[in-house]
């Protein structure tokens, strides 16, 4: 959060248009990868659950987006991660969130988890395509 940048005014229009509350509070670290879970439980259930898929583009842990420097510019990205962040408001934080999000990787597969359909679903609402 320290090191990530604010939204420009477009993302905040679009943070605002996926539902994000505090869309001031959002920041966005561009990275060469995106880091994995480092903390032992997560690491075992991220691995067990193929909870990220081979060279994600995109991870957002409550109000922060990490994104590959290579993807930094793409709208619909963005937006999706931003779903993510007011899937973690209206859930009411980073541990419901995430045992939310990995009840349904387990049980349905990432690309088929609900949230994660959500958030395409808005992404591409918002994007237009």
């Avoid at 990220?52 to 937006?79: C, K, M, N, Q, W």
């Avoid at 609900?114 to 918002?126: S, T």
């Amino acid at each position: 959060m320290r090191e990530g940048q604010p939204l420009s005014s477009n993302q905040l229009a679009d943070a605002r248009a996926a539902g994000v509350r505090e869309p001031e509070r959002v920041r966005v670290l561009p990275v060469e990868e995106i880091p994995a879970p480092a903390h032992p439980i997560l690491k075992a259930a991220s691995e067990r659950i193929e909870f990220l898929p081979t060279a994600p583009s995109g991870l957002t842990l409550h109000y922060g987006i990490f994104l590959r420097s290579d993807r930094r510019e793409d709208r619909h990205l963005v937006v999706h991660e931003l779903v993510h962040i007011s899937q973690y408001e209206r859930l009411g934080g980073i541990v419901p969130f995430l045992r939310d999000y990995l009840t349904e990787c387990a049980t349905f597969g990432y690309r088929e988890a609900p949230l994660e359909q959500e958030a395409e679903e808005v992404a591409a609402q918002i994007c237009g395509a």
